[in-house]
């Protein structure tokens, strides 16, 4: 691990080789915000009676059609749809993701319900960041890059957006320097979908 310094004099850590004389960053450091994970737990589930006979459980018909619980700890949200299968968002790791079913199950199997006895988790999303340390000029980069998957309408959203086809990647460039990647479902894809960004910008100047 070494530190280098950019040009407004900011630190930046990293794993860097060294290549005719320059340091090119290898990996980067990145922030896990979020996963999105489901499982099925069964069948069929009455929603209705989970949100009567679970405290924890809400349930509003009106307005969606899944019963929701928030965690304490994890502090996560699982929503439980009537197909049987649950969602758990707002982890940061596998282990809390695990917690959470686990707990969810537990509080569904108290009220005499009977569940899968094996069920398999799934990623569907990962959310995350990585900061730049340097500010972001997005109209002058959108147009640099001069690529169809580039689209930069700062009257609709204030921030850079880049897609990566082959790995259903999508990350938001803004200009604060910050760099956030959702649409992947490892963290190894989306540690690779950082680093190809990092490196267009890094092809015209930028970085």
């Given at each position: 691990?070494?530190?280098?310094?950019?040009?407004?004099?900011?630190?930046?850590?990293?794993?860097?080789?060294?290549?005719?004389?320059?340091?090119?960053?290898?990996?980067?450091?990145?922030?896990?915000?979020?996963?999105?994970?489901?499982?099925?737990?069964?069948?069929?589930?009455?929603?209705?009676?989970?949100?009567?006979?679970?405290?924890?459980?809400?349930?509003?018909?009106?307005?969606?059609?899944?019963?929701?619980?928030?965690?304490?700890?994890?502090?996560?949200a699982i929503l439980v749809f009537p197909n049987g299968k649950i969602i758990c968002t707002g982890a940061k790791n596998m282990e809390e993701i695990n917690k959470s079913i686990e707990k969810t199950i537990e509080k569904i199997k108290?009220?005499?319900?009977?569940?899968?006895?094996?069920?398999?988790?799934?990623?569907?999303?990962?959310?995350?960041?990585?900061?730049?340390?340097?500010?972001?000029?997005?109209?002058?980069?959108?147009?640099?890059?001069?690529?169809?998957?580039?689209?930069?309408?700062?009257?609709?959203?204030?921030?850079?957006?880049?897609?990566?086809?082959?790995?259903?990647?999508?990350?938001?460039?803004?200009?604060?320097?910050?760099?956030?990647?959702?649409?992947?479902?490892?963290?190894?894809?989306?540690?690779?979908?950082?680093?190809?960004?990092?490196?267009?910008?890094?092809?015209?100047?930028?970085?």
């Amino acid at each position: 691990m070494i530190f280098l310094l950019n040009e407004s004099g900011t630190f930046i850590k990293g794993l860097y080789i060294l290549h005719e004389g320059k340091a090119l960053i290898i990996m980067t450091k990145i922030n896990i915000e979020n996963i999105v994970a489901s499982t099925q737990i069964s069948n069929e589930l009455d929603v209705k009676q989970l949100s009567e006979k679970i405290i924890d459980f809400k349930y509003n018909p009106d307005e969606f059609s899944g019963a929701t619980m928030k965690l304490g700890y994890p502090k996560t949200a699982i929503l439980v749809f009537p197909n049987g299968k649950i969602i758990c968002t707002g982890a940061k790791n596998m282990e809390e993701i695990n917690k959470s079913i686990e707990k969810t199950i537990e509080k569904i199997k108290s009220i005499g319900l009977t569940l899968k006895k094996k069920i398999n988790i799934e990623i569907q999303n990962i959310v995350a960041s990585t900061n730049l340390n340097k500010e972001m000029h997005l109209s002058s980069i959108s147009k640099a890059l001069m690529m169809q998957n580039v689209n930069y309408q700062p009257d609709k959203f204030p921030g850079l957006i880049y897609k990566i086809e082959e790995t259903g990647a999508i990350l938001l460039l803004f200009d604060s320097g910050m760099l956030v990647c959702t649409g992947t479902k490892n963290e190894d894809d989306a540690t690779n979908a950082i680093n190809v960004m990092k490196e267009k910008l890094s092809s015209i100047g930028v970085l």
